[in-house]
Each structure stands twice: as structure tokens, then as C-alpha cells.
């Protein structure tokens, strides 16, 4: 079976966070994965393209953010790119950290790893950051 690909731009709002959780969805649900799958997609998707809209793109609607969801029939690898300044992902306080337990920073990091099987954060050679999660059948 060949691979399958789509892309999917949106706009950096809160509005748009929506209309790329859903296609997603749709593209992963169209690819066989299971509902216990779909759930830890939406949810670790939902909160990496809120950080690239907020955080990275800071919510400059001139900017986008840029998706590609690709299906090789083993698993669904999800590339979400913004345009922002970036952030080393290192330096992001561990919210499981007694003395962290109270900060709002760090736990979208968590639920990504926790919801899908591969999570890894880049700086784009253009600008900007993307994460890549994959997302195992």
C-alpha cells in the first residue's frame, strides 16, 4: 500500500486550533487507526498547534502554521511547523518536578509524549520550530 500525505495551513488563532485538529482526525480515522489511537492524536495535536499558535507564532495571524500529516500504513507521522523565534525544549521546566507542580509551563510537552509514540522538537534551518510526533498503529 503507498504512503499517503496531506498538508494543512491555518492561520496562527485560536479559531483555526480547531479546523487542524479536525482534519487531522479525519485523515487518521480515513487511515484505519483505532479510537484509543485517534484520542492521543487529537490530543497531542491540539496542543502542539495551540503552542505553535500562541507560543511560537504568538498569535500574529499573518503567520501560519504549516502540518503535514503523512499515513505509511504503519503508523501516522505528523510534522507541525510555526514561524516563531523558537525555544529549546531542554530548558522547559519538568512539570512532574515537586517544585514545578504549580507553574503552567511544561505539561502540553507531557501530554504529547504521553498521547503518541514519538515526539521530537527541531529548530527549521528557515526559521522558526517544528515538532514531529509519530503516532504508531
Known sequence: MAEKQIKISIQST???IDTAVTQTVDFAKENGFS?????GIDM?????????V????????????DITL?????????TIRDYGKGFS????????????LMKENGR????????VDVVEWHNHPEGGMFVKMV???
Open 35 to 39: 479510537d484509543d489511537a485517534i484520542f
Open 135 to 137: 503516532k504508531n498503529k
Open 54 to 65: 500562541k507560543h511560537g507564532n504568538c498569535l500574529d495571524d499573518e503567520k501560519s502554521v
Open 44 to 52: 497531542a495535536v491540539r496542543e502542539a498547534v495551540a503552542n505553535a
Open 14 to 16: 485560536i479559531e483555526s
Open 89 to 100: 525544549v531542554e530548558k522547559v521546566p519538568d512539570p512532574t518536578n515537586p517544585e514545578n
Open 108 to 115: 502540553g510537552i507531557l501530554f504529547m509524549q504521553n498521547f
Open 70 to 78: 503523512v499515513d505509511d500504513t504503519r503508523s501516522l507521522e505528523i
